[in-house]
């Protein structure tokens, strides 16, 4: 039974990686890390940056290869 309190007790007791609305990690980092972007090529192919848009389903990288697809209100 003690097992059991410990495995609903314990995620309690963990600190979480989210305090309130921000990343834990912004709480105490004064530095610019989490507002520069990094390109990361991960395939190592030569032009990766030009065709990754039409590779991945995201919206914003649809709206970035077709400008046309912004709903209109």
Known sequence: MN???VLILLPF???AQY???RVTEKSFESSDLFF??????????YNFRNVATGLFDDPFLRLHLNPALLPND
Do not use: D, P, R, V
């Open 36 to 45: 520069n972007s990094y390109y990361l090529n991960t395939f190592g192919i």
């Open 19 to 21: 305090y309130g609305e």
């Open 3 to 5: 097992k059991f309190y």
């Open 13 to 15: 007791l963990l600190l």
